[in-house]
């Protein structure tokens, strides 16, 4: 056996006649493409060339294949002409390897993808191993490109049209059992075997491969594209689709592939990468890629020990407590769920077992898994069963004596170390330690209402929160496959804090005669997933009007709360939950605008006079800037460390559209002399308090400071998503 080494990433081995080339990054991280890797593997593809082997393997290390391509290399690109010259060099590569005379297989273990399923996908073979952390996918849509390196002319070559368009258009990734059930890969095997039967493929020669006949009618006719191509374009337009320019160019240049025959159309592709790169949604979807890389390993970075939990109790099993408890199940942590009401525990085991029947009907789990999950969460309705629990989280009623005695209760029971955690939404956390024998291991864990759905947890350090308390806290969040921000106790936290003044905007629009449609169509044109009218009945007026009222008395001089919160509140009028809001309800379904709620507006004097009607800019500018204004003062005060991780709270805690990156990266964008100028026309025309959200831009505007300006390093390593 001999060896070749092109520089730090890639080597080559004979093995008897096949050639082996070896994939991995020097540091022991995912290998990745980027200039350096790019360059090794041009030279030994010639090697490999020039030698005329009668096989060739590629395979990556114990580790994994190939992550993808380095993020900070498309982050670097500016203009459509670089980007496209990236994808030809990619295609040119690829095609060098899909050309080569010799059987070639690519041997696949751990993460497979991006650029690293490109590559694949231009060999003869893909083996797999069955372990789970292997996973196949295109995940470029994700970052508001398209696979640019041949993913969109051979994915639906190999596995059919409408499969290779849901993989990346979904920016899905796939185990081995179901890449193997979609075709995309040849065979699975155990992680020993896979060099051996990587070796043994070889000897099967170059495969002949067919599809079905109803695929190969959708993929290769026109009338069969043409159908698909219906069916796709429908769901694209729909919702916040339509910001998005990547999912109807990955069509596009899919649909131009196939209907140039066998060779393919690279040229579209590259491009369509090339306009999709440059793109300022592509810039801001990479940035808070890195972010939410960031936000992973918070605990990484406040204490690298910190071990993870495996036995919880969660007090509370209402909304947030038995959501809480079933991804608790889910993620393999042992769960005693604790309530008063056994029909809360009984509500919340049923809701577990609805969702795990669910992903068992579709096949995502399998019986014994089903079991497991349900025999990790336990239900009881009192205090006790908390011996060897690492954490007791709390998500009772709002209440602090409520809490405090929860937590006097857990803390004469479980040992010193055992983490405790709120999920207060406004309660302070220093009045709730008081008394509490080492307040140092209490951390607020504020998660989002659903918690199996929504990806933010803010981890909040009061006090006398300890770094390895609340490393602990954010390893559990990223555990249940959260991401934790770090957030300075203040009264709303980060995220309702900077909601507050949006939701109190469209109340006063409202107020002053700008219709429910009107105000929330704006919202959702400008992306977000709902308007503000419908988001306050999803939350509920009586938990908005008790929310508001704690931040109206934190920062009376701009969050005094319409007195409409607590009247729709007395009426009864909550929202969904009582099928009467600002809209109406049927079978859980919004209907029209509800005039009850309407005439409670005129009937108890809200109603009042403006002396401009807002046309949409006004509107979209009165919701959005005083959130501006108040997550700079957020930054400010330093209740968030830095505008990045500002942008991914508000993007993954309320929908801010993740293709405008966020809030500061928006005004930013529009720049703050622009947004200074808008807050102070628009507190002459409506309300004088935005003047205040002026003179905080105002601020930022002339201050020298940047140390709240801290973004990603561009040197930071960084993989594909
Ligand atoms: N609902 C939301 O959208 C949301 C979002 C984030 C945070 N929170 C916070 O989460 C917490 C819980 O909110 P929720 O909406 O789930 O409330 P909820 O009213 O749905 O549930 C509270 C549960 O606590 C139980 N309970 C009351 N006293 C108890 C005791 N002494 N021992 C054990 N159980 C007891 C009740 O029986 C009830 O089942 C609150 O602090 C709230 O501010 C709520």
């Not at 789970?132 to 696979?147: D, H, Q, S």
């Not at 099967?204 to 043409?226: A, M, N, Y």
């Not at 770090?486 to 939701?503: I, M």
């Not at 209907?591 to 005129?602: C, D, I």
Request: charged content about 25%; some cysteine; glycine content about 10%.
């Amino acid at each position: 056996m001999s060896g070749e080494s092109f520089g730090d990433w890639v080597t080559l081995e004979d093995q008897g006649g096949v050639l082996l080339l070896r994939l991995a990054d020097p540091s022991g991280n995912y290998f990745v493409f980027n200039a350096a890797s790019v360059e090794e593997l041009e030279k030994a593809i010639s090697a490999i060339e020039s030698r005329g082997p009668k096989g060739l393997v590629v395979i990556g290390t114990e580790r994994g294949f190939i992550a993808g391509a380095d993020v900070n290399m498309l982050l670097a690109v500016d203009n459509e002409k670089s980007a496209a010259e990236m994808s030809r060099r990619g295609h040119a590569l690829f095609g060098r390897l899909a050309r080569l005379a010799c059987p070639t297989v690519a041997a696949i273990h751990g993460p497979c993808l991006g650029g690293g399923l490109e590559l694949a996908l231009s060999l003869d073979w893909r083996i797999a191993t069955k372990a789970k952390e292997t996973k196949l996918g295109l995940p470029e849509v994700r970052l508001g490109i398209l696979p640019g390196w041949g993913g969109t002319q051979r994915l639906p070559r190999l596995v059919g049209l409408p499969n290779a368009l849901d993989m990346m258009l979904k920016g899905s990734q796939l185990d081995g059992s179901r890449a193997l059930k979609r075709k995309l890969i040849d065979r699975l095997v155990p992680k020993e075997w896979l060099l051996d039967k990587a070796i043994e493929q070889v000897s099967r020669g170059k495969p002949r491969r067919k599809l079905p006949p109803i695929v190969r009618f959708l993929s290769f006719t026109g009338i069969g594209r043409g159908i698909v191509r219906r069916k796709v374009e429908k769901t694209l337009s729909a919702g916040q689709g339509r910001f998005f320019a990547a999912p109807p160019q990955i069509l596009d240049v899919t649909l131009r592939g196939l209907a140039a025959g066998p060779a393919g159309d690279f040229e579209a592709e590259a491009i369509g990468l090339g306009k999709l790169t440059a793109s300022a949604t592509c810039k801001n979807l990479i940035r808070l890629f890195l972010e939410s890389e960031k936000a992973r390993k918070l605990s990484r970075d406040l204490d690298p020990s910190a071990p993870a939990v495996q036995r919880a109790v969660v007090v509370g099993a209402g909304v947030m407590g038995a959501g809480i408890a079933g991804v608790m199940a889910k993620r393999g942590i042992h769960t005693r769920l604790v309530d008063l009401s056994a029909e809360a525990l009984s509500r919340a085991v049923g809701r577990l077992g609805k969702a795990m029947r669910k992903s068992l009907k579709r096949r995502q789990i399998k019986p014994h898994e089903y079991q497991a999950t349900m025999d990790r969460l336990t239900a009881s309705t009192k205090l006790a069963g908390f011996t060897g629990a690492d954490v007791v989280l709390e998500a009772v009623a709002e209440n602090m004596d409520l809490k405090r005695k929860i937590f006097g209760d857990a803390a004469s029971r479980v040992s010193h170390g055992t983490l405790l955690c709120t999920n207060t939404s406004s309660l302070p956390l220093s009045e709730m330690a008081e008394g509490l024998p080492h307040p140092d291991r209490l951390v607020g864990l504020h998660f989002f209402n659903p918690p199996e759905k929504m990806p933010l947890v803010e981890v909040i350090r009061y006090e006398h929160s300890s770094d390895t308390a609340l490393a602990r806290a954010a390893r559990l969040a990223a555990d249940l496959g959260k991401f934790p921000v770090l957030v300075r106790e203040c009264a709303g936290f980060l995220v309702n804090r900077c909601l507050s003044p949006y939701l109190g905007q469209a109340v006063l629009l409202l107020e002053e005669g700008v219709t429910v449609e009107r105000i929330d169509e704006v919202a959702t044109d400008f992306g977000m997933p709902m308007g503000p009218l419908h988001l306050l009945d999803v939350v509920g007026w009586d938990v908005a009007a008790s929310v508001c009222r704690v931040m109206g008395d934190a920062f009376p001089e701009r969050m005094e709360p319409s007195g409409y919160f607590d009247a729709m509140r007395d009426a009864g009028l909550l929202g969904e939950k009582s099928r009467s809001g600002i809209y109406r309800y049927e079978k859980g379904k919004k209907q029209g605008v509800n005039g009850t709620a309407l005439a409670l507006l005129r009937d108890k004097g809200f109603t009042r006079s403006s002396a401009a009607t807002p046309d949409a800019a006004d509107i979209r500018d009165r919701l959005l800037l005083p959130l501006v204004a108040e997550a700079y003062r957020c930054l400010d005060e330093g209740i968030v460390d830095s505008e990045g991780q500002c942008d991914l709270a508000m993007v993954m805690g309320i929908g801010f559209p993740p293709h405008l990156g966020g809030p500061i990266t928006w005004a930013q964008a529009r720049s703050l002399d622009e947004v200074e100028g808008r807050l102070q026309i628009l507190s002459g025309r409506y309300d004088q308090r935005l003047a205040q959200a002026a003179r905080v831009i105002e601020a930022v505007r002339t201050s020298d400071t940047t140390a709240s300006k801290e973004s990603v390093s561009a040197s930071e390593p960084a993989r594909h998503a």
